[in-house]
């Protein structure tokens, strides 16, 4: 059992819908990240989040948006993807030290119609 | 060059025997190392950290090189269920516990 935990589990948006990814962690962990994974290839990072403020952004496109309401929860918004898009979404965290491993959730596999 | 490198196999290996596999990481100020292991559709997990004195956990055993850039796994008696792809994940120290993923060796365990 995972102890970062991802919801949905699965989600199909159309490319002019809005939607939200949730993750959340009771480890004390202070430090958050969003990843995404296609097929066959290691995960590609996209923000991280450490004390609840956005300390990198990878040149992710203005679609997707995170959001770090608190030091346990960490969304990412989501609105006019594209079918590219489509891919598994991963959480991590860690406590915000340079040299800790993080701990993924399960992910978020979503598909752009 | 990538800034982690592995050899993506696959490595066909006999259930019960040993398997070894290195990843070569270009950044010298690198600081923390760590092997994931991923199954198909799932997320990855820890399998351990690198120390530099080499460092051993059940079956498992990984060692890092400093001077040659290379980190290495070591599987001694194969399960069926050791089968998945091996990530080798450096921390260079950058702001914000950023980590580099290679891109995966897969090990595929056979009776």
């Known amino acids: 059992d995972t102890e970062v935990t991802q919801t949905p589990k699965h989600l199909v948006m159309g490319m002019t819908n809005k939607k939200s990814l949730k993750c959340e962690q009771h480890m004390g962990h202070r430090a958050m990240y969003w990843y995404k994974q296609k097929a066959k290839k290691p995960p590609e990072l996209m923000f991280v989040y450490s004390y609840e403020k956005l300390s990198i952004n990878e040149s992710v496109p203005s679609r997707f948006s995170p959001e770090c309401p608190n030091s346990s929860l960490l969304n990412l918004h989501l609105h006019a993807l594209q079918p590219e898009d489509s891919a598994l979404y991963l959480c991590?965290?860690?406590?915000?030290?340079?040299?800790?491993?993080?701990?993924f959730g399960d992910g978020t596999r979503l598909s752009i119609l | 060059r990538k800034e982690v490198e592995q050899d993506p196999g696959p490595f066909n290996v006999p259930e019960g025997a040993t398997v070894a596999f290195n990843c070569t990481y270009s950044n010298s100020a690198s600081q923390s190392f760590f092997w994931y292991r991923q199954d198909c559709r799932k997320e990855p997990k820890l399998l351990m950290s690198v120390y530099s004195s080499g460092n051993e956990d059940g079956r498992f055993t990984a060692q890092l090189n400093r001077a040659s850039q290379y980190i290495s796994l070591l599987i001694r008696d194969s399960k069926l269920s050791d089968s998945a792809t091996y990530l080798c994940v450096v921390n260079i120290g950058a702001a914000g516990n950023k980590l580099t993923f290679g891109g995966g060796t897969r090990v595929l365990v056979k009776p």
């Open positions: 991590a965290s860690s406590h915000a030290t340079g040299d800790q491993p993080q701990h």
